[in-house]
């Protein structure tokens, strides 16, 4: 039996529920923003990609800031004015009427996607044993992958059938459902610094500690790969000739669920080794074997090797950027986690958008693909150098004594 140990508990569920209900908010949304400022305000590209990247911006700045409220023991503050900003942005889109607006309104929009989204995987990874913590993250994280497969497909299908307004009825009621699920669940202690510490670095915010830069990084390369696929699917259908892309995203569902939980206790056993490169390659499988897609049965193919990639590296990657720092900056840890997300997608969408305008969206998969050969690089000489520090230590301890 998988699901064995003690932490999944009511408030490890009720808190999974809601952070899937704040990412179907923000993936539904999502997708459709790009073809809604199209069609409202004749937008070209350039307009479209702006709009898509403030909220990136806004929520990248918040989560900083977020991340040393909760050090300082604010985490339910942080957890309501996230909610409260989150809902009244959402909302705020009906009365969108200009692009001026709509920018203000995805700038805060990004304040409290930041703010709520750092609060719960944080409280999360202090639910969860620190030796279940890839198991553990990777159950949570199940709410995270699976909005980001299903939401583009019932948010498109939304915006196509019954229009924007009724798409943000649908994600402002979402949201709104966080507020007395999150009442129920009994936040652990928040495990704050000694005041002397704060005194002291009161006037300092730190963006990150160096112990996670390696995994943030390895993050934004994934997350890139991903901007391509959520910004760029459905024109990529079009290029071949395919209709119903979603189901790209439902199998890549399915093959996120049946790999996470399984990816996590590999993690918890073996480390990232065993996790990161194979996962890698499935995912470079995935995008090359999309980018020759001509018929829905490879369609489905590539989104299962895709996804069992996708699903194998996300948690382990989290996993082990919240085991690299201690308990008091895995709201630190967690941002940055969470910024690598966003800024990739923005990342993947800008860059992949101007390959793709110069090339084709096959090709433009295709070099996506090589983003996990950066990552398989990267790592791969990290974990040599280590060994090679690890040897050397090992030779000096030797001579010393």
Known sequence: MLINWKHLTKNFIILTICNLLLFLNIQMITPAVPAYVKDAFHSNDFTVSIVISVFAFAAIVAR???????????????????????????????????IALLLLIRIIYGIGFGLTSTTFPTTASDIIPPRKMGEGMGYFGLSTSL???????????????????????????LTVLIFPLSKIIRMPSSK???????????????????????????????SITYGGLISFL???????HLSNVGWFFLCNAFAVLLVRPISGKIFDKKGHLAVLPPGALLVMIGLLSLSFTTSMKFLLISALFYGLGYGMLQPSIQAWT???????KRGMANGAFLNSIDLGVAIGSMLLGIIATNTSYS?????SALCMVVLLVVYLLSQIKKLQRSKNKKVEEKMSA
């Open 147 to 173: 909005s980001m497969s299903i939401a583009p497909v019932i948010g498109l299908g939304l915006l196509g059938k019954f229009g924007f307004p009724t798409l943000i009825g649908v994600t402002t009621l």
């Open 64 to 98: 900083v800031f977020a991340g040393e409220a909760i050090k300082k023991g604010q985490r339910n503050l942080i957890l309501l004015i996230g909610l409260f900003v989150l809902i009244l942005s959402t909302a705020g889109y009906f009365w969108s009427s200009s």
């Open 363 to 367: 090709m433009m998969y295709r070099l």
């Open 192 to 222: 704050s610094v000694p005041f002397q510490e704060i005194s002291k670095h009161s006037s300092k915010v730190q963006l990150m500690d160096k112990k996670i830069i390696l995994p943030v990084f390895l993050n934004l390369l994934l």
């Open 234 to 240: 459905a024109l990529f259908g079009k290029e071949v």
């Open 322 to 328: 919240i085991k690299q720092v201690t308990p008091e």
